[in-house]
């Protein structure tokens, strides 16, 4: 089953502790890519990667920090969590393949940062 | 101005309606364009591709007009389960590959 995982799902912490939250996902796709949700913003990018050892910025992307050492996993850093960081975290994977566009996000994380 | 816009919503029909969702971005250099849906609390998913020629999935046909830089959704015969958010994506070139664009997504309450 295609699928992407995202650990964990729900967790508080408090200002300056560092974090991680992990991505995998399954289906051997090159595109990787990390969002926030806010209300009244909608889904804004932080980072994406096109492969391995490629990342790049999105539109919202001080304050965090990725890596890409395997295809299957794109962590998302906090180094030092701050009150605005608190929101709803996606990771999403994609492929094109064949002219068909392909793309899945993870069930998401809530982030709440004291 | 948002890079990408959709109407404010939230719009309320009644099942059978046909529902018509806009879209403008502001990037020319926009290349791939989608929608998705988003149910409350969900992860958003994807709904369709659209292509310049316009596609259709159904009931849904999507629309692309490169000239005005606007996108349309169209569902026809709404059901209670079309029911979420609908959020319009752009995909534009980026140093390293493609940023994502996503509208802020506009309401659908289909009611019996």
């Known amino acids: 089953e295609a699928q992407v995982t995202q650990n964990p799902r729900y967790l508080i912490t408090v200002t300056g502790k560092k974090l991680t939250v992990t991505c995998s996902q399954n289906m051997n796709h090159e595109y990787m890519s990390w969002y926030r949700q806010d209300p009244g913003l909608g889904l804004r990018q932080i980072y994406y990667?096109?492969?391995?050892?490629?990342?790049d910025k999105g539109d919202v992307p001080e304050g965090y920090k990725v890596s890409r050492k395997e295809k299957r996993n794109f962590p998302l850093i906090l180094e030092s969590p701050s009150p605005n960081q608190t929101s709803l975290y996606f990771c999403?994977?994609?492929?094109?393949?064949?002219?068909?566009?392909?793309?899945?996000f993870g069930p998401g994380t809530r982030l709440t940062v004291t | 101005r948002k890079e990408v816009e959709q109407d404010p919503g939230p719009f309320n029909v009644p099942e059978g309606a046909t529902v018509a969702f806009n879209c403008t971005y502001s990037n020319s250099a926009s290349q791939s364009f989608f929608w998705y849906r988003q149910d409350c609390r969900k992860e958003p998913k994807l709904l369709m591709s659209?292509?310049?020629s316009g596609n259709e999935d159904g009931r849904f046909t999507a629309q692309l007009n490169r000239a005005s830089q606007y996108i349309s959704l169209l569902i026809r015969d709404s059901k209670l389960s079309d029911s979420a958010t609908y959020l319009c994506?752009?995909?534009?070139?980026?140093?390293?590959?493609?940023?994502?664009?996503f509208g802020a997504g506009t309401r659908l309450f289909v009611k019996a």
């Open positions: 994506v752009v995909k534009k070139d980026g140093t390293g590959g493609f940023k994502t664009i």
């Open positions: 990667s096109m492969n391995v050892e490629v990342t």
């Open positions: 659209v292509y310049s």
């Open positions: 999403a994977s994609s492929l094109w393949s064949q002219g068909r566009y392909e793309q899945y």
